[in-house]
């Protein structure tokens, strides 16, 4: 193999000319070193593309491939195949980009509209709002006749079972079911217009 860049053939394969520029690289010939590294990016793209790497990933993939290159240049066999060793490299880095970017994902929840529209938890103006609704809330439960507003109590705001909430008010399991339900279609149309 050649050790220089200028005693190249450009009449030979793409991956013959790669396999020389890797040997004169070896050898410490810088020129050769650059070129082969720019020319490889096609190939590295083609792989990671091969694999399903996003648009947006690409370039990682790129620059994970070259830096693994640089780390392990000194085991490159010049009478091998440059561009099967480059893709086997390639073909990892970009697997690699894929699980980060799942693991990422599984963690990670993107939801624009809620982070558009969730308040700060320091939002004094939130907090003032929820307020304001807890108590139109509380306002509209003590407006319920008697039966439903003890079953929304009950039931709802103090989260009893109905075996617990019959025994403390002396109703039947049936009527403060109904009592809550009659509640609850009252409490939405108020607040709602849903019948």
Request: a neutral charge; one cysteine or more.
């Amino acid at each position: 193999m050649p050790a220089d860049v200028a005693t190249v053939n450009d009449s030979e394969s793409p991956d013959r000319r790669r396999a020389a520029w890797m040997a004169a690289a070896q050898a410490g010939d810088r020129r050769a070193y650059e070129k082969l590294l720019a020319d490889s990016v096609a190939l590295i793209r083609a792989a990671a593309r091969r694999h399903g790497v996003a648009p947006d990933g690409l370039d990682d993939v790129v620059q994970e491939t070259l830096i693994s290159v640089h780390r392990v240049r000194h085991t490159y066999d010049p009478t091998r195949s440059y561009d099967a060793w480059l893709t086997a490299i390639a073909n990892r880095r970009a697997i690699d980009a894929l699980r980060s970017r799942g693991r990422r994902d599984s963690r990670e929840l993107h939801d624009d509209f809620a982070l558009d529209h969730h308040p700060d938890s320091s939002d004094a103006s939130a907090a003032a709002e929820c307020e304001q609704r807890t108590q139109r809330l509380h306002e509209a439960i003590a407006e319920l006749p008697p039966g439903q507003r003890e079953a929304v109590e009950q039931l709802g705001l103090r989260e009893r079972s109905l075996s617990e909430a019959a025994a403390l008010t002396g109703r039947n399991t049936g009527a403060l079911k109904v009592n809550l339900h009659r509640a609850l279609k009252a409490l939405r149309e108020r607040f709602h217009g849903e019948p």
